[in-house]
């Protein structure tokens, strides 16, 4: 067993209070490499924000969980090198089942997320239950989630969305225990939010998505007032980053995101923190892109995956100063 504060994190708790009361957001950024964790470390620490490192099920497939915890611990020291201590939280994104928690509590990670959201009302009670009992032995918070995002990213698929109705969320969330809870209000996860047949164009022919079901955030909030909301699926799909990859031979159709002001609105409201991955990989996509068409002879990943990086760092850094405000906020 290896606690997460033996490794210089912390959970959510007091950060989630401080977002709350304060009329900010904390990135929940997801890393699966060493490139990755540098950005989001190098930018938050800048910006003085708050951070969550987010481990999907598919990081761990790909990075190896062992290592994503050892970097996770190195990002707490890594911020001390660069002069400033910021709050870190290491997260498990998207928890499938209470096994996969299990581990990731006793493995040195201060907060999880267990994903019942596709599962019968009763059943995703039962589960998030299970978890929270088990966690809160150790301190580590919980995010469970009421409703289904649309929209595939890898491991985690759903044809359909349902928002999420807020008569439900009182009882969820007393029966539950859960510490946030991930909710459903027309946000998805990937790169293509919304079908181009749900969009209107402007004049320029750009896709302008349907708003957020703000309506829906307000009900939920009069229902569990100060109660720490999170959206998933919050990237903006920057059409200048689209348009690097499809000018250095990408290929992405009609890929649309939330757009900013939405995000900014979201932030000052309960919605304490924003999910945000797709953003990053269109980020580092572009900069590699580019680099490759301009530089055919080279071949030393060091030489790509810079520009990458600080593509990555800049992005994260305007998110924390210009849409969640947590910039200055650690
Ligand atoms: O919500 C999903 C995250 O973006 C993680 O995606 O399963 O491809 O790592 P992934
Ligand atoms: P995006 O695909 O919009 O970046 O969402 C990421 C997310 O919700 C991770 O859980
Ligand atoms: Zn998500």
Do not use: W
């Amino acid at each position: 067993m290896t606690s997460y504060k033996e490794l210089g994190l912390v959970n959510t708790k007091d950060m989630f209070a401080k977002a709350v009361a304060g009329g900010f957001a904390i990135p929940a950024y997801n890393f699966n490499n060493m490139e990755q964790m540098q950005a989001i470390i190098q930018a938050c620490v800048e910006t003085k924000s708050p951070v969550i490192l987010q481990v999907s099920a598919g990081a761990r497939k790909y990075a190896n969980g062992t290592l994503l915890r050892n970097m996770a611990k190195g990002a707490v020291e890594y911020a001390h090198e660069l002069g400033y201590d910021i709050p870190i939280v290491l997260h498990l994104d998207h928890g499938a089942d209470f096994e996969i928690c299990k581990e990731c509590i006793d493995n040195g990670f201060s907060s999880v997320m267990i994903d019942g959201s596709h599962f019968p009302y009763e059943e995703n009670i039962a589960l998030t239950r299970k978890v929270v009992e088990y966690a809160h032995k150790y301190d580590v918070t919980v995010e469970g989630e009421l409703g289904v995002l649309a929209g595939i990213e890898d491991d985690v698929v759903a044809a359909h969305s349902t928002y999420t109705q807020p008569e439900e969320v009182i009882d969820f969330v007393s029966k539950t225990g859960v510490d946030s809870l991930a909710i459903s209000i027309g946000t998805s996860h990937g790169a293509n939010k919304f079908k181009p047949e749900q969009c209107t164009r402007n004049a320029e022919g750009i896709l302008i998505p349907p708003p957020l079901r703000f309506d829906i955030l307000e009900e939920i909030e009069k229902k569990l007032p100060g109660f720490p909301i999170v959206l998933h699926g919050s990237s903006s799909v920057p059409q200048d980053q689209v348009a690097i990859i499809n000018a250095n031979g990408g290929a992405l159709k009609d890929a649309v995101g939330i757009p900013e002001e939405q995000l900014r609105k979201a932030a000052k409201s309960a919605v304490c923190k924003i999910n945000i991955d797709s953003d990053g990989r269109l980020a580092m996509t572009a900069a590699i892109r580019k680099y490759m068409a301009e530089h055919p002879d080279h071949f030393d990943p060091r030489q790509y995956l810079s520009p990458a990086r600080d593509s990555l760092k800049t992005i994260y850094m305007a998110k924390n100063k210009n849409v969640l405000g947590s910039a200055g906020q650690a």
